[in-house]
């Protein structure tokens, strides 16, 4: 029952998935790939990641997502996308070969890994509460320096925006 | 039944080569950050394939990070697009070529 919801949910995120790739106008992209973090949120949901579920379509989903449609309604592009001739085809090829290469990498890095056997925990996994107790003592460093790259970001996002780019 | 972990890295590796040719092939800067946000997803959703497979926290926590990065990213990346938009009229990366020999 789960391998097929499971089956279902990645045949979802990886239509939407290809669908964002070979959409020709942004907009409809950004809709595309909308459906395929919902499909990412499910699969979470299956490995008991709960809280990493709400997270993903509140930020994701929400935030980021319709940060892009902003952005991408403020720009108000017309002008369709168009490829110099006689250039195109070569560099598809190559796109795609260098994304395979990159996927047999991935795959042999995972069937290289050292895989210790898991310890045996009664905690169940996933809930807030654990994350919670993980985040702030094992990673309380990185917790901190996370709101510092926030604060860079806003500082960034802020200076590039003001009119003059100077 | 419980779903096996190499399902989750197989679509792991799947999206992220998707992303990959998107980040190759497309031309508009939008589309390229977006496929950049779809190659990020399939990193967390192996970490999170790992961490239900072991039943260790520490693969949440770390989607947890990777996702402020992402943020973090969006947020600098698409004010660098406006900017862009502004100083020169595009969003397409075959016409930001000043840096090109």
Same mark, same amino acid.
């Given at each position: 029952?789960?391998?097929?919801?499971?089956?279902?949910? =990645?045949?979802?995120? *990886?239509?939407?998935?290809?669908?964002?790739?070979?959409?020709?106008?942004?907009? %409809?992209?950004?809709?595309?790939?909308?459906?395929? !973090?919902?499909?990412?949120?499910?699969?979470?949901?299956?490995?008991?990641?709960?809280?990493?579920? =709400?997270?993903?379509?509140?930020?994701?989903?929400?935030?980021?997502?319709?940060?892009?449609? !902003?952005?991408?309604?403020?720009?108000?592009? %017309? %002008?369709?996308?168009?490829?110099?001739?006689?250039? %195109?085809?070569?560099?598809?090829?190559?796109?795609?070969?260098?994304?395979?290469?990159?996927?047999?990498?991935?795959?042999?890095?995972? !069937?290289? =890994?050292?895989?210790?056997?898991?310890?045996?925990?009664?905690?169940?996994?996933?809930?807030?509460?654990?994350?919670?107790?993980?985040?702030?003592?094992?990673?309380?460093?990185? !917790?901190?320096?996370?709101?510092?790259?926030? *604060?860079?970001?806003?500082?960034?996002?802020?200076?590039?925006?003001?009119?003059?780019?100077? | 039944?419980?779903?096996?972990?190499?399902?989750?890295? @197989?679509?792991?590796?799947?999206?992220?080569?998707?992303?990959?040719?998107?980040?190759?092939?497309?031309?508009?800067?939008?589309?390229?950050?977006?496929?950049?946000?779809?190659?990020?997803? +399939?990193?967390?959703?192996?970490?999170? @394939?790992?961490?239900?497979?072991?039943?260790?926290?520490?693969?949440?926590?770390?989607?947890?990070?990777?996702?402020?990065?992402?943020? +973090?990213?969006?947020?600098? @990346?698409?004010?660098?697009?406006? +900017?862009?938009?502004?100083?020169?009229?595009?969003?397409?990366?075959?016409?930001?070529?000043?840096?090109?020999?």
């Amino acid at each position: 029952m789960q391998q097929l919801f499971f089956l279902a949910l =990645a045949a979802i995120a *990886l239509i939407s998935g290809v669908l964002v790739v070979f959409q020709t106008h942004p907009l %409809r992209s950004a809709l595309w790939l909308i459906v395929n !973090f919902f499909a990412v949120a499910g699969l979470y949901l299956l490995a008991h990641a709960e809280f990493i579920a =709400a997270i993903q379509i509140i930020v994701y989903a929400g935030a980021i997502m319709v940060l892009f449609l !902003f952005v991408i309604m403020l720009l108000n592009l %017309r %002008r369709p996308e168009e490829a110099p001739p006689g250039y %195109r085809l070569g560099q598809k090829l190559a796109a795609v070969a260098l994304a395979a290469l990159s996927a047999v990498v991935l795959v042999y890095g995972f !069937f290289q =890994a050292q895989i210790p056997l898991a310890k045996e925990t009664t905690v169940s996994v996933g809930n807030t509460e654990s994350i919670a107790q993980s985040l702030f003592t094992n990673y309380l460093l990185p !917790f901190e320096v996370t709101s510092v790259l926030l *604060l860079v970001a806003i500082v960034g996002a802020v200076i590039l925006s003001k009119s003059k780019l100077k | 039944m419980v779903v096996p972990l190499h399902y989750y890295l @197989g679509l792991s590796v799947a999206l992220f080569a998707l992303g990959v040719v998107g980040v190759l092939i497309r031309r508009n800067i939008l589309v390229i950050l977006m496929c950049i946000e779809m190659m990020l997803n +399939a990193v967390n959703l192996a970490f999170i @394939g790992f961490a239900d497979a072991f039943k260790a926290v520490d693969g949440q926590t770390f989607v947890f990070f990777v996702m402020t990065v992402a943020a +973090a990213e969006v947020a600098v @990346g698409l004010a660098l697009v406006v +900017a862009i938009f502004r100083h020169r009229a595009t969003v397409y990366a075959d016409d930001l070529n000043i840096l090109k020999w």
